[in-house]
């Protein structure tokens, strides 16, 4: 029983530090302030290195990297705040495409994602369905070999620099709705389609995406017609894999240190040496060792084969909700000073910790809310009854 | 090996069998027999000084074990002690009765002022031995236990013992990096024992909370009530996680060993104080009763970690490691 990171982690890190130390540039970080956490040359570059391929499971044929690796991988690109996000997506729609896609969406979409040449969006909310993603209004009807589709999707981030979407949709009202569904990879380019973006409290861009009577080749369908929830459930099992986001708290506290020491109370003194300062400092320290423990042991099981469920919603739980913590803390502590944002030529650090603090409650809410969480702790890990249909 | 122990901790650590200790100081001398005879004292002592020789790693699963079942026997003491003895060499017969479990071995872990007594000892009401840190050293007291415990929350065999007579063991930088080391594997191994004190009281809340009815339905039905599990689940899972990764560092001497351990003894504190609360308070007023369970790991949760002192003291110390010192 080994609860370290194994030796050969520790080298691939030093590959992963040398890689970003050549590829990520303060540019980069600060062009996401346009609110797209995407930057074409990183994505290529990660993608030239093997690693988006690499992050695809072996039996699915990708590159099937060792899941101990991929955790540092994700770990080092959060710590270095790098553009990242549609890496994640990336392997999540290659792997299901894999898994479930024929002829034309293996041959045609999945090399090209893999290469970082093209980009995916995931189009699973809706205005009217969030967590419960099974309730998905968005109607395709079959026309002899085609699709027609109608309907709306809702946080479909990515959507205004990807090519793809992928698509749940509803091909049957009549059934129990997790048995009525359909995937679609929809070229975004296709006639119909409209994207419009959703501002966010944490300047952070998403869309909301319009389909009006979008035609659609029976090929580009994923998986089995009404039998779109097997597929919805894949995509979960490999966001797992690939989720990250375990380390949001670092550059937050290194920022919180940083103005600890600058700064000067009205009596001369610095906050470094305020005791409540160095407390709440600590703990953050003690939350981030915990959310590695976490990722370093969901990285350890699956590279053993085995698959992991619930630790991962634990994980995110933890990482999100002590990551809002810790924002909350820090902006505290600076007083109004906190409140300064990046405009601001005075701004601590480029507003960073503000930043984060407007940043941080999407975390909890995204790729599976806080509650839905604890919902799957409850019955998944304690076996409580089941409290909702 | 953990299964045969959490076997014996099932059987002769009841809640009945801790209640029975309770009514004493704390301590089950049967039971201190039945792991002494199964190689538990000395268990992660060298197989050189007649130990069991497995690392700090497999003690830790048994302390899990040990932790579940709140067991009245001072394990995690006597075993980092006896560690301790045969790190600073010497004193073949002490080690020798130490490692069999004949003598029970203990460690203040305050420092203790020449001539002087140390207060509230962990396991000081029944430990043999007495190891403490004076100055630049460590001496080692041996003597007759009180066998009375002042009287405590967590009704933990804690007891002020005169260390004047107490021999110097070690001495200048030696000392400092076994004592240190001592600590550090306290720290970790408790921070284990949390652990399974948590799990043990989880799966307490799980049981009540689906068996118990109210409003026509399972009080576990109800989401506020699991939502509140389900935090303490997490976070006792990230400590139980934590714990483990901290023993591994403490035991392959890790230069992040001691400050792991610290931040693992902390979370898993206060998330087995979180887990137990919540467990009680789903109980309703039988949680609050002597005859249910939680009120045992409720009250343990609170003791073990103050055993070592104040956290904000711990806290403190963390804080000197990786901020640098205050200003004065």
């Known amino acids: ?389 | 090996m953990a299964e045969a122990f959490g076997d014996l901790f099932a059987r002769e650590a009841t809640p009945e069998a801790v209640r029975a200790a309770e009514a004493g100081c704390g301590f089950d001398p049967d039971l201190w027999g039945k792991l002494a005879a199964a190689g538990a004292p000395g268990m992660a002592v060298g197989v050189a000084d007649g130990g069991g020789g497995a690392s700090l790693v497999d003690l830790a699963v048994v302390v899990h074990e040990w932790g579940r079942r709140i067991a009245p026997v001072p394990l995690v003491e006597h075993a980092v002690c006896a560690r301790l003895l045969t790190s600073v060499g010497g004193q073949r017969d002490l080690v020798t009765a130490v490692t069999s479990g004949e003598l029970i071995a203990t460690l203040a872990p305050g420092p203790v002022e020449p001539g002087g007594t140390a207060l509230l000892v962990p396991a000081g009401a029944v430990a043999d031995v007495v190891a403490a840190r004076r100055g630049d050293d460590i001496v080692v007291a041996r003597g007759r236990p009180p066998g009375a415990a002042r009287p405590n929350t967590a009704d933990l065999p804690l007891a002020d013992r005169d260390l004047s007579g107490a021999e110097t063991v070690a001495s200048g930088a030696a000392a400092a990096s076994v004592w240190d080391r001592a600590l550090a594997e306290w720290k970790a191994l408790m921070a284990v024992a949390y652990a399974g004190l948590a799990g043990e009281v989880l799966s307490m809340g799980v049981a009540y909370t689906k068996q118990r009815h109210q409003f026509g339905v399972p009080v576990g039905s109800f989401q506020a009530v699991q939502h509140g599990l389900a935090d303490a689940a997490t976070r006792s899972e990230g400590a139980r996680l934590l714990a483990f990764r901290a023993v591994s560092a403490v035991d392959a001497g890790r230069a992040d060993g001691a400050r792991l351990a610290s931040m693992a003894l902390l979370f898993g504190a206060e998330s087995a104080r979180f887990a137990a609360d919540r467990v009680l308070q789903y109980h309703g007023g039988y949680g609050y009763s002597a005859e249910y369970d939680v009120q045992l790991y409720y009250r343990r949760a609170a003791g073990w970690l103050l055993q070592l002192g104040e956290p904000a003291a711990e806290i403190a110390k963390l804080a000197d490691a990786d901020l640098g010192p205050k200003a004065v």
Request: a negative charge.
């Open chain 1, 1 to 389: 029983m080994d609860f370290t990171m194994p030796a050969r982690a520790e080298d691939f890190r030093a590959e992963v530090q040398q890689f970003l130390a050549e590829h990520l540039t303060g540019e980069m970080i600060a062009a996401t302030r346009d609110g797209t956490i995407h930057s074409p040359a990183l994505h290529r570059a990660i993608a030239d290195r093997g690693w988006l391929s690499g992050a695809v499971p072996a039996e699915l044929g990708g590159g099937g990297m060792d899941p101990v690796e991929l955790c540092v991988l994700l770990e080092e690109l959060q710590l270095h705040q790098a553009p990242a996000d549609a890496l994640g997506v990336a392997v999540v729609a290659v792997s299901m495409i894999l898994e479930h896609g024929r002829d034309h969406l293996r041959g045609t979409v999945a090399p090209r994602l893999m290469s970082g040449e093209v980009l995916a969006c995931l189009g699973y909310s809706e205005p009217e369905s969030g967590s419960d993603v099974a309730a998905a209004r968005t109607r395709a009807v079959r026309d002899g070999d085609r699709w027609v589709i109608n309907g709306s999707k809702m946080w479909t981030t990515l959507a205004h620099v990807a090519d793809y979407v992928l698509l749940l949709t509803r091909t049957d009202p009549e059934v129990p709705k997790h048995r009525g569904l359909t995937f679609f990879v929809v070229p975004l380019d296709t006639a119909g389609i409209e994207i419009q973006a959703v501002e966010t409290m944490g300047n952070e861009r998403s869309n909301a995406t319009f389909y009006d009577d979008v035609v659609l080749g029976d090929e580009w369908r994923l998986g089995e017609v009404n039998d779109g929830w097997t597929v919805m459930k894949t995509a979960l099992k490999y966001e797992r894999g690939i989720a990250g986001g375990q380390f949001p708290s670092p550059p937050v506290i290194e920022a919180a240190v940083d103005w600890a020491r600058r700064a000067r109370r009205a009596d001369g003194s610095r906050p470094i040496d305020d005791d409540e300062v160095r407390n709440k400092l600590v703990r953050a320290m003690i939350d981030v060792e915990v959310c590695r423990s976490f990722a370093y042991h969901t990285a350890a099981l699956a590279s053993e084969g085995t698959m992991f469920g619930v630790e991962g919603s634990m994980t995110k739980l933890f990482a999100s909700e002590s990551y809002k913590k810790h924002c909350a803390w820090f902006l505290d502590m600076m007083g109004a000073e906190g409140l300064l944002t990046h405009d601001d030529p005075g701004a601590h650090m480029d507003g960073l910790i503000e930043e984060h603090f407007r940043h941080a409650p999407v975390t909890a809410i995204y790729g599976g809310t806080s509650e839905i969480n604890r919902n799957l702790v409850a019955e998944g890990w304690l076996g409580l009854p089941r409290s909702r249909s």
